[in-house]
DNA sequence: TGCCATGTTAAACT
DNA sequence: GAGTTTAACATGGC
């Protein structure tokens, strides 16, 4: 559920139930204060990342869904569930669960930076292009989970990005030529969108060519599958097919 | 049925 | 103190 995409499509739904709403409550376990927010419109709901945001004129709620976090609208029923946050509003209520909440006293342009968010209008390659730079030494499958280059990548839009690109993830970020370096960072953008697309039309599994994948579509060869990199995340690809640089 | 995972953080280790 | 490992969250799919 919790790559960018997947908390897209949260956005795009709550945001024309409850943008503009005014908030009247806030309850729930995070540290979240009720005094700047209380009587406050809700301007707008964004994502950053893999960050839903929640915004009012002054400050910034981003609810982080880690591997399990779910919401609900107006059903605050599950008492086994721990209530994260909860907003009320003259009608209706929006509840978040089992994920990690922050408050922000700023709005959320100035706490997030749209040009490292690749579903963002503001995205900037040549950004990317500096940040990866900076890190020669990573190794590029640790550098497309790093969510201050790429905000919003997660572990399957990184496998099907390194094999669709035919980059093995092992490679390290300052040997890849310049040319493929943009090939990665423009198949980052392109397949977060397909990404969404096929989520949106319940077809992201059958669409995937890396991730879970036993054996190579291009050369019919087993697909190696590793847990790779500094958190050790399943990583699936073709040695045979994808370039270790 | 049991195990594992689209993720991150903080605590508990070495 | 630095770096590394583990636990926690708690659901759904295989």
């Given at each position: 559920m919790p790559e960018g995409p997947s908390i897209y499509i949260i956005k795009e739904e709550l945001r024309p139930i409850f943008k503009g709403r005014t908030i009247r409550a806030v309850t729930g376990k995070a540290n979240v204060p009720e005094q700047p927010l209380k009587d406050q419109k809700l301007i707008d709901i964004k994502t950053f990342g893999k960050q839903l945001l929640l915004?009012?004129?002054?400050?910034?709620?981003?609810?982080h869904f880690l591997m399990f976090g779910v919401y609900s609208i107006d059903k605050n029923d599950k008492p086994t569930r721990q209530l994260k946050l909860g907003l009320k509003f003259n009608k209706g209520s929006l509840y978040f669960y089992t994920c990690s909440v922050k408050f922000f006293d700023q709005p959320?342009?100035?706490v997030?930076?749209?040009e490292a968010d690749v579903m963002n209008k503001k995205w900037s390659v040549a950004k990317a292009r500096k940040?990866?730079?900076d890190v020669p030494g990573e190794l590029v499958c640790d550098a497309l989970l790093d969510?201050?280059?790429f905000a919003g990548v997660g572990n399957i839009i990184k496998n099907e990005v390194l094999y669709r690109v035919r980059i093995h993830p092992e490679s390290k970020v300052g040997k890849i030529p310049a040319r493929k370096i943009t090939a990665l960072i423009k198949e980052s953008v392109r397949?977060?969108?397909?990404f969404l697309k096929q989520k949106k039309a319940d077809t992201l599994a059958e669409n995937w060519q890396a991730y879970t994948k036993k054996k190579c579509g291009r050369c019919d060869l087993p697909m190696k599958k590793k847990y790779l990199g500094k958190t050790k995340r399943r990583t699936f690809y073709c040695d045979n097919c994808q370039e270790k640089y």
């Amino acid at each position: 559920m919790p790559e960018g995409p997947s908390i897209y499509i949260i956005k795009e739904e709550l945001r024309p139930i409850f943008k503009g709403r005014t908030i009247r409550a806030v309850t729930g376990k995070a540290n979240v204060p009720e005094q700047p927010l209380k009587d406050q419109k809700l301007i707008d709901i964004k994502t950053f990342g893999k960050q839903l945001l929640l915004c009012t004129r002054d400050c910034t709620i981003s609810i982080h869904f880690l591997m399990f976090g779910v919401y609900s609208i107006d059903k605050n029923d599950k008492p086994t569930r721990q209530l994260k946050l909860g907003l009320k509003f003259n009608k209706g209520s929006l509840y978040f669960y089992t994920c990690s909440v922050k408050f922000f006293d700023q709005p959320a342009d100035e706490v997030f930076d749209a040009e490292a968010d690749v579903m963002n209008k503001k995205w900037s390659v040549a950004k990317a292009r500096k940040k990866l730079k900076d890190v020669p030494g990573e190794l590029v499958c640790d550098a497309l989970l790093d969510q201050s280059i790429f905000a919003g990548v997660g572990n399957i839009i990184k496998n099907e990005v390194l094999y669709r690109v035919r980059i093995h993830p092992e490679s390290k970020v300052g040997k890849i030529p310049a040319r493929k370096i943009t090939a990665l960072i423009k198949e980052s953008v392109r397949y977060t969108f397909d990404f969404l697309k096929q989520k949106k039309a319940d077809t992201l599994a059958e669409n995937w060519q890396a991730y879970t994948k036993k054996k190579c579509g291009r050369c019919d060869l087993p697909m190696k599958k590793k847990y790779l990199g500094k958190t050790k995340r399943r990583t699936f690809y073709c040695d045979n097919c994808q370039e270790k640089y």
